[in-house]
């Protein structure tokens, strides 16, 4: 069974642009959740989507933005972005929201 | 969710157990405690949980005292490949903390040959 794919692994980009990221979770898995990592505040919870529905949200500003698919694949968007959302993002599936979650690789944001 | 408490770093002999502990002293009658492990550069994988009962599976044992205060996961024959960073998670079942897992510092555990 294929697990929960991250892409692209990359991304560069320059303050002022904004970035999607895509996330497809392992089949059958309705939940999808976002996680931002950085050396200084660890990992923290962004957002988590059932059935196109955003059910629960982190303490980001709105610059930080998701969807999900009738397919339950899933796309973060950060718009302005600014030299501190450099990080790994992170996204998790699981079937409903309340199982374990499984990760994916990540996508590893630079802002130049 | 409650809040837990990890030395913040152990370290094993390869072959030997490694037993990892967590505090978790406010932690309510349905709360789960969950177990998840992040290798370098990868990103966090899914150990093994459990609410009262000790559970064991492929990967480890967990270890949860009577009163739930405290537990502790143990990888029963430590490998170099689990040199990783160790989090123990309390997690409220169902209500709407939807996808939410509270990720602390954790544990840094160093297997050494």
């Known amino acids: 069974k294929a697990g929960v794919t991250q892409t692209p692994r990359y991304l560069i980009k320059t303050r002022g642009q904004q970035v999607t990221l895509s996330c497809s979770p392992i089949?059958?898995?309705?939940?999808v959740s976002w996680y931002q990592q950085t050396p200084g505040q660890g990992l923290q919870f962004l957002f988590e989507?059932?059935?196109?529905?955003?059910?629960n949200k982190g303490n980001f500003p709105g610059r930080f933005s998701g969807r999900q698919f009738s397919n339950s694949r899933s796309e973060m968007n950060v718009s302005t972005l600014e030299l501190g959302d450099s990080a790994l993002y992170l996204c998790?599936?699981?079937?409903?929201?309340?199982?374990?979650?499984?990760f994916g690789d990540g996508t590893r944001l630079s802002i130049l | 969710d409650a809040k837990t408490t990890q030395p913040t770093s152990m370290d094993c002999a390869e072959g030997r157990a490694a037993n990892l502990p967590c505090n978790h002293s406010?932690?309510?009658?349905?709360?789960?405690v969950y177990w998840y492990r992040q290798i370098h550069s990868q990103g966090p994988q899914y150990i093994i949980h459990g609410l009262k009962n000790n559970e064991t599976n492929e990967m480890a044992s967990l270890i949860i005292t009577e009163d739930r205060k405290s537990s502790t996961l143990i990888l029963p024959h430590a490998t170099l490949r689990d040199t990783a960073v160790y989090y123990c998670?309390?997690?409220?079942?169902?209500?709407?903390?939807?996808?939410?897992?509270?990720f602390g510092q954790g544990t840094i555990l160093t297997v050494h040959p």
């Open positions: 989507y059932f059935s196109e529905t955003q059910r």
């Open positions: 998790a599936s699981s079937l409903f929201g309340d199982q374990p979650q499984h």
């Open positions: 406010t932690i309510s009658g349905n709360e789960y």
């Open positions: 089949s059958g898995h309705r939940s």
């Open positions: 998670i309390v997690r409220l079942a169902g209500g709407t903390s939807y996808g939410k897992l509270t």
